[in-house]
């Protein structure tokens, strides 16, 4: 007898081989009797669950986050109180490519937070951009689309991106970034996380604040031009994961400086643009981010699988002293994250100990599919309904939340009417240096080969419009790498 311990079949049997299968005979055929060769093949084959439909592959890690700063006057987020200290998982992830797609992409990426709070979890499900895409949820099916695979050749489509593109002037100031030196970080450790969307907080008198969530990175931002990541992709297609997960197996532990910029509640009226349009920021002039503390990741997960890909990040996930707002974007996701999660995992995901709280859970869901916690979770067999006469949980009226107030009629509203998609890229654009500009130009060009000429022309027109500099600096780096491209590879597009 070795002092490992026995092998067993999942029902807990001990396996007396796990080398040979039952044959009639020694060279075969196998029995149907052998229930546990069916056992590991039928495992095997249920060893993958569907993808994320987006940010599909992903790297993460735990760490914490400590509150340096006061902001105890505009929300009651026990996480957020001076001195407090939250565990949390951060899950980094590109946008468009496959769980098997190479890290060195061009591409946004994903910068997912869940704060195991003493109030339950909060998802801060955000980006390495502090805009995005589209401002209508209705678009964001289409414009995913244009992000994978073309139906018919199974390809990547740069004419579908940019038609796209140039058909929604809304996407100016995310495309402006995402082609800029920022849209391509080396490793997660070098860029910034955002909260992107406007969210509330509500404090104990039951006033409301708008607020804007940044993570800025103690790194620096370090990022591949187009040709260093074609180097890098050549060698590993895993940079991100080598870099995240050897770096804090070393002890290189990242850091991110957390800040808020705070919008109080009636300033939505007065602002020029709309605070809850996912397509602006807050400039900082106005509204100042306020430093609140240090974001550290200090622990590799030991099962990817289990950790990460069974992850489920949800902007419904939120706590008493924080809020949504009325972008409508944040709307759709607060029902979409869910839903998926239901699908991808299970109508129990929450109960995989990735996800689950680290607090008590108490309530009247039962039954279903994967259902591992006992039933119900009351604490009560009789208390299975509510309301009941046999102790079961009950509401807590003093977290509820303040009333939003909202007016006008329910409409379907143009929102490219008055609504100025070139004055913050422009804000960008000029920010820029002549390297960083030339940058920009050239990867355009790059991302544009073999889109048809009234498509890019109708782009490089949106550009003209941020600044004529940018629209003319695109043309002039489009007809550059005509020149340089072989006759015939020009002729095949
Ligand atoms: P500020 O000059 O006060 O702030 C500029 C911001 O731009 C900083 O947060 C800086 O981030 C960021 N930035 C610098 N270079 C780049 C780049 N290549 N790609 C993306 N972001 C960059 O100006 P405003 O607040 O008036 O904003 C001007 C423009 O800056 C906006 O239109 C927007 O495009 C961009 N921006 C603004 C943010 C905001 O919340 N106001 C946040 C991020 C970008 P860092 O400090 O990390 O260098
Ligand atoms: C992932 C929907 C906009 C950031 C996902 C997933 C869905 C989804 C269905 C997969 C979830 C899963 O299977 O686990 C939507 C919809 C949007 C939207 C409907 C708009 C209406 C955004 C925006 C951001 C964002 C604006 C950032 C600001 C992310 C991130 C992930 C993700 C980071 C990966 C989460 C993880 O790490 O597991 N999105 N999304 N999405 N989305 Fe969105």
Redesign the pocket.
Known sequence: MSDRPTLTTSAGAPVSDNQNSITAGPRGPVLMQDYQLIEKLAHQNRERIPERAVHAKGWGAYGTMKITGDISKYTRAKALQPGAETPLLLRFSTVAGEMGAADAERDVRGFSLKFYTEEGNWDLVGNN???FFVRDPLKFPDFIHTQKRHPRTNLRSATAMWDFWSLSPESL?QV??LM???GLPIAPMFM?G?GSHTYSFWNNNGERFWV?F?F??QQG?KFHSNEEAEQVIAKTRESYQEALFGGIERGEYPRWTVQV?IMPEADAEKTSYNPFDLTK?????EYP?IEIGVLELNRNPDNYFAEIEQAAFSPSNIVPGIGHSPDKMLQARVFSYADAHRYRLGTHYESIPVNAPRRPVHHYHRDGQMNVFGGIKTGNPDAYYEPNSFGGPAEDKSVQEPPLKISGDADRYNHREGNDDFG??R??FN??DDG?KKRLFSNIAAAMGGVPDEIIERQCKLFDQVHPEYGAGVRAAIAAGKQERPAAISAAE
């Open positions: 951009t502090p805009v100031h402006t970034i800029s030196d920022r910034n955002y804007k940044h800025k990175t931002h910029q920021v807050w400039p900082h002039a981010p913050q890229p804000a960008l920010l820029f960083q």
